[in-house]
């Protein structure tokens, strides 16, 4: 099964999840790489104001795919014309998006303009439009997913991530060396890559079907605050550090923040294949395919943190090579926050294909203060690597309380126990990498231990996946 117009439970085809690796490689991998040019071209407070303001973006794009594109998946599904109405709500979120986006700069460019300090956030303010721009890119590809278009979610994707990156260091490089020069360039490509995205998807007639706008609305909304506490759980971190110390202190931060950004990458583009096989069973696993989504996710999340430790310190010399010893164990650690991802991945998908929302308005936000206020005393003394362990520590809280909460409405709904095997697993590979020596020689062993560890576990993935594509 590939296909399904109708709310018969699908299976992705199997080389999909490879299509949608080479978006988040692409993805993952466009910050990582430029970052060492970038660093070197801009000055301390220039490259703190581009690494800010891809943080603000990132808490946007966290913002925006975890309400309204979720209801469009589950709407694709629905068994009475389920993608007409998704496109009617990937309609009314892209202008949603556009004009809340543009009231908000207007509000905050007007505060800046009466205090004069509009030019000197003038890279905020770029933000804050692109922010609107990806909302449009998130309803055609939360679309574009579950139509199993997984080529131009690809190509949509790679442009809004990838490319912006790549634009931001040619303007940097022929243009002028100045923050405003890279997120104007950025905000280039993820226009380019939205309008790719309205082709693609076609959303139109917003207000065309209202009770099932008013039904996703209403699984939607109680996410809003959820979704709030997930930037601050991502982000707030690198705020309270800005707040504490300035920006080139938070450039440091940002530096080692990769190495759990592009875990994260992966484990979402990966969840466009998980979310569309879970969201399709709509709580009912009668073929046990939920089970194995679940069971390969946490496999994952364990491969993630394994190799993310163990590549981290090279990747740091290559990167960031003025980082400290105890930024080097933060490179370290910072990958284990995917694991908790997974498991909190897992676990709300179910509460959304089950229109059973309303605790993630309680959850996230209790853990996300929780997590800030436990990192207020490091982000003043400015231990960034206390700072990083909260961080971690809050992710895998809040995917372990998810997965208890929905195990009590169902226990059929998540594979529990596995998934926590995988946790400790994960805790364990991870606490062995920090504690390894710092040296570029025990770097460079790790990194080829955990690269053939990974190559060997990617080939017997595939193995299994063709094996269950010919069953299928």
């Given amino acids: 099964m590939s296909s399904n117009p109708e709310g018969v439970p699908v299976i992705a085809p199997a080389h999909h ?16 790489i430029i970052q060492p040019f970038a ?57 949603f998006s556009v004009l809340t986006a543009l009231a908000i700069a207007l509000a905050v460019g007007l505060w800046w303009f009466s205090r004069g300090e509009l030019a000197a956030n003038g890279p905020y303010l770029i933000s804050i439009l692109i922010i609107g721009m990806h909302g449009v890119t998130q309803m055609a590809l939360a679309f574009l997913r579950s139509a199993h278009r997984a080529l131009a979610f690809v190509v949509i994707t790679v442009i809004a991530t990838a490319l912006g990156h790549v634009t931001g260091i040619l303007a940097i490089t022929f243009v002028e060396r100045t923050a405003n020069a890279y997120m104007i360039s950025f905000a280039v490509a993820v226009f380019l890559a939205s309008l790719l995205g309205v082709l693609a998807a076609k959303p139109k007639a917003p207000f065309e079907y209202p009770k099932v706008l008013r039904s996703a609305i209403a699984v939607a909304l ?22 504490f110390n300035g920006e080139e202190m938070v ?22 294949v998980w979310q569309t096989t879970i969201f399709s069973h709509r709580g009912i696993d009668s073929t046990g395919e939920v089970k194995k989504v679940q069971r390969e996710a946490a496999g994952v999340g364990v491969l993630l943190a394994l190799g993310g430790s163990g590549a981290a310190v090279l990747v740091c010399f290559v990167i960031f090579p003025q980082a400290s010893d105890d930024l080097l164990r933060l490179a370290r650690l910072l990958p ?132 269950d594509s010919r069953i299928n």
């Fill in 251 to 272: 450039g440091r931060y940002n530096a080692v923040l990769p190495l759990a950004l592009g875990a994260l990458a992966v484990i979402m583009a990966l969840s466009n």
């Fill in 17 to 32: 999840r490879l299509l949608y690796l080479v978006a988040a490689v692409a993805q993952g991998l466009g910050l990582p």
């Fill in 39 to 95: 660093i070197r071209m801009l000055d301390a407070q220039q490259w703190g104001q581009v690494s800010f303001s891809l943080s603000l973006i990132s808490i946007g794009l966290i913002a925006l795919s975890a309400g309204l594109p979720q209801a469009i998946s589950t709407t694709y599904f629905v068994a009475d014309a389920g993608p007409r109405k998704a496109r009617s709500l990937a309609a009314f979120g892209s202008w």
């Fill in 336 to 467: 284990l926050l995917g694991y908790g991802y997974v498991m909190f991945l897992m676990a709300t998908t179910q509460l959304f294909a089950i229109g059973r929302t309303r605790m993630m308005s309680v959850v996230t936000p209790v853990v996300a203060v929780a997590a800030l206020l436990g990192a207020a005393w490091p982000a003043s003394q400015g231990d960034l690597f206390a700072v990083g362990l909260i961080q971690v520590a809050s992710y895998l809280v809040l995917g372990f309380v998810y997965c208890i909460l929905v195990r009590r409405l169902n226990p059929s709904l998540v594979d529990f126990w596995f998934l926590l095997k995988g946790l400790a697993v994960a805790i364990a590979v991870t606490t062995v990498m920090v504690l390894l020596p710092l040296d570029i020689g025990t770097a460079i062993a790790s990194f080829c231990i955990v690269a053939l560890v990974g190559l060997a576990a990617i080939a017997i993935y595939y193995r299994r996946l063709r094996m």
């Fill in 222 to 243: 109680p996410v809003l605050p959820h979704s709030l506490a997930l930037v601050l759980m991502l982000q707030g971190e690198a705020i309270l550090i800005t707040m």
